[in-house]
């Protein structure tokens, strides 16, 4: 958990699977001259804890609804991208007085398609019988687009992401796997949320793709869509000036002047 900046109103960032708080690291900069901001690494991640045992989805939620109550942190303006967009949807629909923002980026709000749920069922095998490195090169596809692996410049940015994923513990990855792999969809249930909503997804996002991004912008009444170009999952690195100048657009909008 890092908390940095001050300000009347608080923002919180939630990760993606296999990374930690630190792929937002480029927003949190940007943002703490106006917000308090507060990034936290979710179970089985960065610096939190192992969890013992399995654990469903719903445990990821409360965790979120913790931290916000325990730092005092509502209303906050969510941000959360793949993983952290899933948590946030359901802090939306279920805990909207802690909330006075949603931002969802590269993420979904429906369950898993069952193809794709049999290719991570069979990924999470392969990870426990085999470990991570076999499964890197298809790994970071998935979480790069084709734009930052063909530029040079963004060469020491992969090898870093690189690192820092198979640095993960096989079993933590596992158990998160399963749960968040495991969720059901809410996307009917989206036309519900009222609050001032920004879904952002990278153009190239294989793991969630931007078709999923634009259904839900199309369900939450008022949503605005962002597609960013020559990003992939994490579009947070990828592209970190245009996705600071969304969120600080957005935010700006829906807060009282500075």
Known sequence: ??????????????????????HFAAQIEALSDRYRVLAFDHRDHGKS??????????????D?????QQLDAG??????????????????????????????MDTS???????????????LLALRLMGIGPLMPKTMKLMFGA?????????????????RISANDPEALIRFGKAIFSRDSVLDQMRTVTLPALV???????????????????????ARLEVVEGAGHLSTVEQPTRVTALLKDFLGSVSPPA
């Open 109 to 123: 709000a429906e369950a898993e398609p069952t193809l794709a749920r049999v290719r991570y069922e069979g990924m």
């Open 200 to 222: 952002i997804v990278g153009a190239e996002d294989q793991a969630t793709t931007p078709d999923k991004a634009r259904r839900i912008a199309d369900h939450i009444p008022g």
């Open 147 to 163: 734009t930052t692996h063909a530029d040079p410049d963004k060469a020491a940015l992969l090898q870093h992401w690189h690192d």
């Open 1 to 22: 958990m890092i908390e940095q900046g001050s300000g009347p109103e608080t923002v919180v960032f939630s990760h993606s699977y296999l990374a930690d708080h630190t």
């Open 49 to 62: 804890g192992r969890a013992t045992g399995r654990y469903r989805f719903q445990a990821l939620v409360d």
């Open 75 to 104: 209303p906050c303006h969510w941000v959360g991208l793949s993983t952290g967009g899933f948590v946030g949807t359901r802090l939306a629909l279920h805990h909207s007085e802690l909330l006075r923002s949603l931002v969802l």
């Open 64 to 68: 979120a609804v913790a931290v916000i």
